[in-house]
């Protein structure tokens, strides 16, 4: 079960409620100052979106005012949110989906993401990420990945309703989920039930390695498969010894990591 919690994690935080109901000015005003600055498309880091004040420009918005963020559903820095803006046309406005990951108080851009009208942004031009395998990493965009590792991969059915695609890459032992083309989660696995082709580059560990290997190469104070790992960098390993032994790195943590949290939303 908690293998598949963490699949449905970010996707739980991203959806909105049925009724719109708008954000409280608070909320809004604060989302709002996160959101300052340039944002660079996961796609294609020569596509930017700015934010200055109110006003969007760039990426597939062209240009537009926020006018009304609503429904926001999720945490503090990883949350859901229905978002409507201007059109420059008198009472038209228009929907987009918007929702955003580890956009934190202070600022911190370590796994900051903004997905918005079916595209993802991050506040850097170049990627970060902690620990990689086979020469992906969470953030890559999908197509990038397929490049490395010499094909798109095999989708994965979906046991669950509402969780992202995944695809397999069944020869090296790798999964790895799927948001708007971004990839938000890796998992190694044994594809034989014995042997575990690939492994973390930074640490050397794979999946067939026991904890107190993990506890000892992440300086992991407690480790174990009931609850996400942190590893640094907001990256998070979650352990499935049930005899799969598969190790999935991840985004998704169990709380916000800030410990902070926006006024509650009204609804």
Same mark, same amino acid.
């Given at each position: 079960?908690?293998? @598949?919690?963490?699949?449905?994690?970010?996707?739980?935080?991203?959806?909105?409620?049925?009724?719109?109901?708008?954000?409280?000015?608070?909320?809004?005003?604060?989302?709002?100052? @996160?959101?300052?600055?340039?944002?660079?498309?996961?796609?294609?880091?020569?596509?930017?979106?700015?934010?200055?004040?109110?006003?969007?420009?760039?990426?597939?918005?062209?240009?537009?005012?926020?006018?009304?963020?609503?429904?926001?559903?999720?945490?503090?820095?990883?949350?859901?949110?229905?978002?409507?803006?201007?059109?420059?046309?008198?009472?038209?406005?228009?929907?987009? @989906?918007?929702?955003?990951?580890?956009?934190?108080?202070?600022?911190?851009?370590?796994?900051?993401?903004?997905?918005?009208?079916?595209?993802?942004?991050?506040?850097?031009?170049?990627?970060?990420?902690?620990?990689?395998?086979?020469?992906?990493?969470?953030?890559?965009?999908?197509?990038?990945?397929?490049?490395?590792?010499?094909?798109?991969?095999?989708?994965?059915?979906?046991?669950?309703?509402?969780?992202?695609?995944?695809?397999?890459?069944?020869?090296?032992?790798?999964?790895?989920?799927?948001?708007?083309?971004?990839?938000?989660?890796?998992?190694?696995?044994?594809?034989?039930?014995?042997?575990?082709?690939?492994?973390?580059?930074?640490?050397?560990?794979?999946?067939?390695?026991?904890?107190?290997?993990?506890?000892?190469?992440?300086?992991?104070?407690?480790?174990?498969?009931?609850?996400?790992?942190?590893?640094?960098? @907001?990256?998070?390993?979650?352990?499935?010894?049930?005899?799969?032994?598969?190790?999935?790195?991840?985004?998704?943590?169990?709380?916000?990591?800030?410990?902070?949290?926006?006024?509650?939303?009204?609804?």
């Amino acid at each position: 079960m908690k293998k @598949r919690m963490f699949l449905q994690g970010i996707a739980t935080a991203l959806l909105c409620l049925v009724m719109a109901v708008p954000a409280l000015a608070a909320d809004q005003e604060e989302i709002t100052r @996160r959101l300052q600055g340039t944002w660079y498309d996961v796609q294609d880091p020569a596509i930017t979106l700015q934010v200055d004040g109110d006003m969007l420009t760039g990426g597939t918005i062209g240009k537009a005012p926020i006018e009304t963020i609503y429904n926001v559903a999720g945490g503090d820095a990883t949350f859901g949110a229905g978002l409507m803006l201007g059109t420059g046309r008198s009472q038209e406005l228009k929907e987009v @989906r918007f929702g955003a990951v580890n956009l934190t108080r202070n600022g911190s851009r370590k796994h900051t993401y903004l997905f918005l009208d079916g595209a993802v942004y991050r506040t850097t031009r170049e990627p970060y990420y902690n620990e990689s395998v086979q020469g992906i990493y969470l953030g890559m965009a999908q197509k990038d990945a397929a490049e490395v590792l010499g094909g798109p991969g095999k989708q994965v059915p979906q046991k669950y309703p509402g969780t992202y695609p995944e695809y397999e890459y069944r020869g090296l032992g790798i999964r790895f989920t799927v948001q708007d083309g971004m990839i938000i989660s890796i998992t190694l696995f044994n594809p034989d039930g014995r042997t575990c082709p690939s492994h973390f580059e930074n640490s050397g560990l794979n999946c067939n390695d026991p904890l107190s290997a993990y506890a000892a190469k992440y300086g992991l104070q407690d480790a174990a498969a009931d609850h996400a790992n942190a590893i640094g960098g @907001r990256e998070y390993l979650w352990f499935n010894m049930d005899g799969s032994n598969t190790v999935t790195l991840s985004l998704q943590g169990d709380g916000e990591e800030d410990g902070e949290s926006l006024p509650a939303a009204v609804g």
